[in-house]
């Protein structure tokens, strides 16, 4: 599993524009139909809210690809 951390400046961000940010896809469009197509989790749980807000402390997880927020 690839893990990738990525530093939070502000409260928090949206789940679709993380995806975009890390490099996972090219815009925050291409975030949301990743979200939509149901292989996105936070903490273990299925996330389908494309603009779910993510935190500190989370942890975002898409196929293979596992990402800390800190």
């Known amino acids: ?9 502000s409260e928090f961000v949206e789940l679709n524009q993380l995806l975009k940010l ?6 925050g469009g291409a975030g949301k139909n ?3 197509s149901g292989v996105v989790s936070v903490d ?4 389908l809210r494309k603009t779910a807000k993510i935190r500190t402390g989370q942890t975002v997880t898409v196929g293979d690809v596992q990402i800390s927020v800190a």
């Open 1 to 9: 599993m690839q893990k990738t951390t990525f530093e939070l400046t």
């Open 44 to 47: 273990g749980k299925q996330e």
């Open 34 to 36: 990743i979200v939509a």
């Open 22 to 27: 890390v490099g996972l896809c090219d815009s």
